[in-house]
């Protein structure tokens, strides 16, 4: 049993806005497992991104606390610290400088961090690029000339150059192409061993979910309502919020189908039995 | 119940942007037919066409310049392929649409009754405002929103996504039209909203009979939505059936690849797929069952 | 296009005035009496003023001294105002709200009103004019850039700068600045023409160049007693005004098309 890298403790969020408190969160409380890639699921309100801004720092919780490694991740970061938790955003295009070229923005963490000699880093950006399924031809490209999956892949060499153990993929593919999607989610599964990665993968498709996540966490208008291993999840689930989950995604095929009545059908018998 | 009468038929569409020396093809070919009473999805990526193809049948694009367009393009038996008054008269009334995201395709700056009314004058100009606001609030009823007075009285900034798509849902069936196009109704939702809306749009689609072209991306949406599916692929039409057909048996590479990469619920882990390969850019196959309305004698 | 030839034309004729121009000693308060006040003529292309001066000789040697004002006071503005509008905009806060209210101090002026009453407090000389303009031109950067970076800074690039752990100099400088340039540049070339036009009005109302430095302004100013008769006195110094304004604007708008074009 792995000590856990990431520990959320009876962490909570209240944000005032226009003179209302609005509560994202309340008494989460999660561990994240060194290697594992640990799915955050729920509907949009949920409090799955404002969970994420806390984990990499953009906020700090209002209540509980968020450890590293055992020791509590203080508000403002240090560089080696900022360095361990890094980021690939929903939209692609809105997370690369379109008025940089690809090697300055994949090549920011190594300069930021001093990471390997200044002449060096060049090809250290080409390796970068290599491993997520481009070449050396993408250095002095821009933002505008790639399509998404190209930029997403740009924007994942980016989050690697930091050499981090924790990546927050906040809906890394949602808004890629089916077959583009594949691609990306057979490489960051890739990058996650080869590297000994873990991944924080937030998602509202728990078809994904299902394809890449070792356990899942769901959440419910600011709650952690549930925590399972994948397949436990999805042969037993048992909170109400996570039937509605699996019930809403639209199925392609028949086995899906019978899977989705299933649930549907015992949740009318639940919801027969509550008065 | 779909019957026979063909609502919309596009036979061999091409399209082209830029003046004709170096203009690009978009559309290669395409065609489809919808059928009073049916549901047809057009199925495709980003890059493959399908938003535009809305944008022709509606009449939208052959007002631009630098657009040309070759083919033909029947709705209720007149060609509009060119576009022209036609066309333009139907919009809003025989020929609606709906669209992504239903925040900004309403008018922030009116309420929701002054769009309705509007909407209604349309099929009816004389309409008064008493008569119209009655309808309305007939119409937000049959989208099961609740308290429909509040919701005419509101700009659309204060209602929820699911509230507004369903109030475009409503304003589009309104005049009952034969043709409704629904660009990626409900993309912009969460998954649970979105299911719900889609469902009730198909209550009330079969309820008026109104002929139903559905443009996607997502393929699971459209199992659970359309009749019939074509798949388009790059500016071509590559497979074209039913809907059990295509996804019991799916039989162009494309379609096949498709339907792999989606992850499912039922299973763990990811199929290894290429983004491209050279046979999906194979010719057009049809389902037995499935073919286009033979020529119509032009009379 | 035109734009660019236009302002091309006219910087190159100002740097090579000396070369170029007929007449280059009637810059100084010596003309030639013997051709006082005469209109246009095969000699003087555009005509005498009262002491005899070649008014083309002077009109282009204005356009000298008007580009160097514009060229001063906007690289001392503009790069205020882009410092003021970068910080406010992305530290938000008291900061940015501090800021942004000194500006709007300035910005609540009217620019000439501003640049006279400073005026008033200085001597009458180039140097001080110059100093006036440049205090009520940077706020309009600041406010521009400010408006900028604030949607820029909601941008996933910069959290992920930030993520990264780069510095707060860096965010600003080297990655949000430069999403700020098409907006900075077209505004420069256009402030350019405001720039002849402010100071062509201060020169007009006495407040800024002194004679006998030939000025655009002054030269209207000058001239306008003499019309209708000498109507060379007044006319081409205001079609130069004219041209140079226009000439750069026809340039920013020039600009903004081609960068609204890349986007």
């Given amino acids: 049993m792995s000590a856990p890298l990431l520990s959320i403790e009876a962490v909570g969020k209240t944000f005032d806005v226009a003179g209302r408190h609005a509560r994202a969160l309340d008494s989460v409380t999660l561990e994240i497992v060194a290697g594992e890639c640990h799915a955050i699921v729920g509907e949009s309100g949920s409090g799955k991104t404002t969970l994420a801004n806390l984990i990499i720092g953009l906020h700090a919780p209002t209540e509980g606390v968020l450890k590293w490694k055992g020791e509590a991740l203080p508000a403002q970061r240090?560089?080696?610290?900022?360095?361990?938790?890094?980021?690939?955003?929903?939209?692609?295009?809105?997370?690369?400088?379109?008025?940089?070229?690809?090697?300055?923005?994949?090549?920011?963490?190594?300069d930021v961090h001093t990471l390997y000699a200044r002449r060096a880093r060049e090809g250290r950006v080409i390796l970068l690029l290599e491993e997520v399924g481009l070449d050396a031809s993408f250095l002095s490209r821009s933002p505008r000339d790639l399509s998404g999956g190209q930029l997403q892949r740009v924007a994942i060499a980016r989050a690697l150059a930091c050499e981090p153990e924790l990546i927050l993929l906040d809906e890394p593919t949602s808004s890629l192409d089916v077959l583009v999607q594949a691609r990306v989610l057979k490489l960051l599964d890739k990058l996650r061993r080869e590297h000994g990665l873990t991944y924080l993968f937030i998602s509202h498709d728990l078809a994904v979910v299902r394809a890449v996540a070792d356990r899942v966490s769901v959440f419910d208008r600011g709650r952690l309502v549930e925590t399972a291993g994948v397949e436990a999840l999805f042969a037993a689930p048992r909170h109400e919020a996570t039937r509605r989950l699996i019930e809403a995604i639209p199925v392609v095929t028949e086995a899906e189908a019978e899977l989705r009545d299933r649930f549907r059908a015992e949740t009318l018998s639940k919801e027969g039995q509550s008065p | 119940m779909p019957s026979d009468e063909v609502i919309l038929h596009l036979r061999d569409v091409r399209l082209a942007f830029g003046?004709?020396?170096?203009?690009?093809?978009?559309?290669?070919?395409?065609?489809?037919?919808?059928?009073?009473?049916?549901k047809v999805a057009l199925?495709?990526?980003?890059?493959?066409?399908?938003?535009?193809?809305?944008?022709?049948?509606?009449?939208?694009?052959?007002?631009?310049?630098?657009?040309?367009v070759s083919g033909s393009i029947r709705f209720v038996g007149e060609e509009i392929a060119a576009g022209g008054d036609f066309v333009r008269d139907a919009r809003?009334?025989?020929?609606?649409?709906?669209?992504?995201?239903?925040?900004?395709?309403?008018?922030?700056?009116?309420?929701?009754?002054?769009?309705?009314?509007?909407?209604?004058?349309?099929?009816?100009?004389?309409?008064?405002?008493?008569?119209?606001?009655?309808?309305?609030?007939?119409?937000?009823?049959?989208?099961?929103?609740?308290?429909?007075?509040?919701?005419?009285?509101?700009?659309v900034f204060q209602l929820s996504g699911g509230m507004s798509q369903r109030v475009m849902i409503a304003m589009a069936l309104a005049n009952d039209p034969a043709l409704l196009i629904a660009d990626e109704p409900g993309t912009a939702l969460d998954v649970s909203v979105q299911a719900q809306t889609l469902k009730l749009m198909e209550e009330l689609a079969t309820r008026l009979g109104t002929a139903v072209l559905f443009i996607s991306h997502n393929l699971g949406v459209v199992r659970e939505f359309a009749d019939r599916v074509y798949v388009i692929y790059r500016g071509r039409i590559v497979e074209h059936g039913g809907v059990e057909q295509i996804f019991a048996n799916p039989l162009h590479p494309y379609t096949r690849a498709l339907l792999r990469a989606v992850p499912k619920i039922s299973e763990a882990g990811l199929p290894d797929l290429p983004e491209f390969s050279e046979d999906f850019l194979n010719p057009r196959m049809d389902h037995p069952g499935c073919v286009e309305p033979a020529d119509e004698v032009a009379s | 296009m035109l734009g660019l030839v236009i302002v091309v034309a006219i910087i190159l004729s100002a740097t090579l005035a000396d070369v170029l121009t007929p007449y280059p000693e009637h810059v100084g308060p010596v003309g030639d009496f013997s051709a006082m006040n005469n209109g246009p003529?095969?000699?003087?292309?555009?005509?005498?003023?009262?002491?005899?001066?070649?008014?083309?000789?002077?009109?282009?040697?204005?356009?000298?001294?008007?580009?160097?004002?514009?060229?001063?006071?906007?690289?001392?503005?503009?790069?205020?105002?882009?410092?003021?509008?970068?910080?406010?905009?992305?530290?938000?806060?008291?900061?940015?709200?501090?800021?942004?209210?000194?500006?709007?101090?300035?910005?609540?002026?009217?620019?000439?009103?501003?640049?006279?009453?400073?005026?008033?407090?200085?001597?009458?000389?180039?140097?001080?004019?110059?100093?006036?303009?440049?205090?009520?031109?940077?706020?309009?950067?600041?406010?521009?850039?400010?408006?900028?970076?604030?949607?820029e800074a909601e941008e996933g690039y910069v959290l992920a700068a930030e993520t990264i752990g780069a510095s707060t100099a860096h965010i600003l400088f080297l990655e949000i600045l430069p999403n700020c340039w098409p907006s900075i540049l077209t505004k420069i070339t256009l402030d350019v023409g405001f720039v002849v036009l402010m100071v062509a009005s201060l020169s007009f109302l006495g407040l800024g160049v002194q004679p006998p430095t030939p000025d655009l302004g002054s030269m209207v100013a000058d001239g306008a007693k003499y019309m209708p008769d000498s109507w060379w006195l007044t006319i081409f110094p205001a079609l130069a005004i004219l041209l140079i304004v226009l000439g750069f604007n026809l340039l920013g708008d020039g600009l903004r098309e081609a960068f609204d074009a890349e986007r």
């Fill in chain 2, 43 to 68: 199925v495709g990526e980003s890059g493959s066409g399908k938003s535009v193809t809305a944008r022709l049948i509606l009449g939208l694009l052959q007002e631009e310049r630098g657009v040309s």
């Fill in chain 1, 78 to 110: 240090p560089l080696a610290l900022k360095r361990a938790i890094q980021i690939v955003q929903q939209n692609p295009r809105s997370a690369l400088n379109p008025r940089r070229q690809i090697a300055a923005s994949i090549r920011l963490p190594l």
């Fill in chain 2, 92 to 155: 809003g009334r025989r020929l609606t649409m709906i669209f992504q995201d239903p925040s900004s395709a309403l008018n922030p700056t009116f309420t929701i009754m002054d769009q309705f009314h509007e909407v209604l004058r349309r099929a009816n100009p004389g309409i008064s405002r008493r008569a119209a606001h009655a309808k309305a609030s007939q119409w937000l009823t049959d989208v099961l929103l609740r308290d429909p007075d509040r919701v005419l009285s509101s700009y």
């Fill in chain 2, 19 to 38: 003046k004709s020396g170096g203009a690009t093809e978009v559309l290669h070919g395409v065609g489809l037919h919808v059928r009073k009473g049916e």
């Fill in chain 3, 41 to 151: 003529s095969g000699d003087h292309w555009f005509g005498t003023d009262t002491i005899g001066r070649d008014l083309l000789t002077r009109i282009i040697y204005g356009y000298r001294l008007s580009l160097t004002m514009a060229v001063v006071v906007l690289s001392i503005s503009a790069p205020i105002g882009v410092a003021v509008g970068l910080v406010a905009g992305y530290s938000g806060g008291w900061l940015g709200y501090l800021l942004m209210r000194a500006t709007d101090v300035f910005l609540s002026i009217p620019p000439l009103v501003l640049a006279m009453s400073i005026m008033g407090f200085l001597e009458p000389t180039l140097l001080n004019g110059m100093l006036a303009v440049t205090a009520m031109w940077w706020p309009w950067y600041a406010r521009l850039v400010f408006n900028v970076t604030r949607s």
